[in-house]
C-alpha cells in the first residue's frame, strides 16, 4: 500500500497482511518523493495466466525498477528486495557512456534481463543480459532513424542561481559548430518550472547526457539543422521551505534561474 501528501512530499510505502489482525503493517519506505536520489523504484509486474497484472515476487523477495537518478546522471537499475530482512540486493546497474534500461524480467529467478540500450548518436535497441554470466544476445539492430543529427554535441551543464541552488541542463551544440569559427549561436530553451519544498532536492540531477539525440514533432531539436543551440529542460524549481509556499516568490524564482542559465551559456 502506498501513501502519498501534498503538503510534505512524503510518500510511504506499506507491507500488510490482509485478514491477519494482529500482524501491525511495516512501513517499507518513508521518504520525499522529490528526493530522486533515494527513489527505490517501482515494483516489477508481470502478467499472470488469467491475463492480470501482478507482483513479478519468488518467495519473500520481490523485484523494483528505477531511473536511478544520481549526480552522475540517471543510472537505470534493477534490485531484489528481501521482505523479510528488508534489505535490497542489486542486480544491475547502467555502466558507461551508454544508457541500459532494464525493461522486462524474462524468468522467475532474475536470470535474464530484457534492456533497452542506447547512446547519443546510437538509437534503441533491445538485448538479452544474463545477469549471472554478463553475456548478452543482441535481438534488434534499428538503424539510426534521423541520421541528420549524427554529430550533434550534447552535454550535461551544471550552475547555480545566486541563492545557492544548484541547477543543471542538456546543452546541444549542432553537428560541425565551432566556437573559434562560428561565435556564439541564437540559442533556445526548453524549459517548464516545477515547484519543490526543498532548495536541496530542487539541485538534484534527473537526466542521462547518454541518451540518444531524439527528435520528433514535438522536439525543439529542430533547431539544431538551423543553426542554433538549444538548453533542453534546465532546471528552473520554484522552491518554498517550511511555511512559504512556492508561487509566493514565484516570477522572481523564475526570473533568476532564467538568468543563471543565460550566464552560464554565454560564459
Known amino acids: ?3 502519498w501528501w501534498w503538503e510534505t512530499r512524503n510518500v510511504r510505502t506499506w507491507v500488510l497482511q490482509p485478514g491477519a489482525p494482529d500482524t501491525a503493517p511495516v512501513a517499507l519506505y518513508d521518504r ?10 517501482a515494483p516489477v ?3 499472470n495466466a488469467a491475463g492480470r497484472q501482478v507482483l513479478h515476487a519468488k518467495g519473500d523477495a520481490l523485484y523494483f525498477l528505477g531511473e536511478g537518478a544520481s549526480p552522475e546522471g540517471n543510472r537505470p537499475f534493477l534490485d531484489r528486495l528481501d521482505l523479510k530482512t528488508r ?3 542489486r542486480l544491475f546497474r547502467s555502466e558507461g557512456a551508454r544508457y541500459d534500461d532494464p525493461v522486462l524480467l524474462l524468468d522467475d529467478d532474475a536470470r535474464e534481463l530484457l534492456l533497452q540500450r542506447e547512446a547519443v548518436d546510437t538509437p534503441p535497441n533491445f538485448l538479452v543480459r544474463n545477469l549471472e554470466t554478463k553475456a548478452e544476445r543482441v535481438l534488434t539492430r534499428f538503424p539510426h532513424p534521423s541520421p541528420q543529427l549524427l554529430g550533434v554535441s ?4 551544471r550552475y547555480e542561481r545566486k541563492d545557492g541552488v544548484k541547477l543543471t541542463g542538456t546543452l546541444y551544440l549542432p ?3 565551432d566556437k573559434a569559427r562560428d561565435g556564439p549561436l541564437p540559442t533556445l530553451l526548453w524549459v517548464y518550472p516545477a515547484e519543490f519544498k526543498s532548495a536541496d532536492h530542487a539541485g538534484q540531477v534527473t537526466d542521462s547526457p547518454y541518451r540518444f539525440v531524439r527528435i520528433g514533432w514535438y522536439s525543439p531539436l529542430f533547431f539544431l539543422l538551423r ?5 533542453d ?7 518554498g521551505e517550511g511555511e512559504v509556499e512556492p508561487n509566493d516568490s514565484y516570477v522572481e524564482q523564475l526570473v533568476t534561474g532564467a538568468e543563471a542559465a543565460v550566464a552560464e551559456l554565454t560564459r
Open 1 to 3: 500500500v502506498v501513501e
Open 32 to 41: 520525499s518523493w522529490e528526493d530522486r536520489y533515494d527513489d527505490p523504484g
Open 45 to 47: 509486474q508481470r502478467v
Open 87 to 89: 534489505k535490497a540486493t
Open 154 to 157: 550534447k552535454e550535461m551543464i
Open 175 to 177: 553537428p560541425g559548430y
Open 227 to 231: 543553426g542554433w543551440a538549444i538548453l
Open 233 to 239: 529542460d534546465p532546471t528552473l524549481p520554484i522552491v
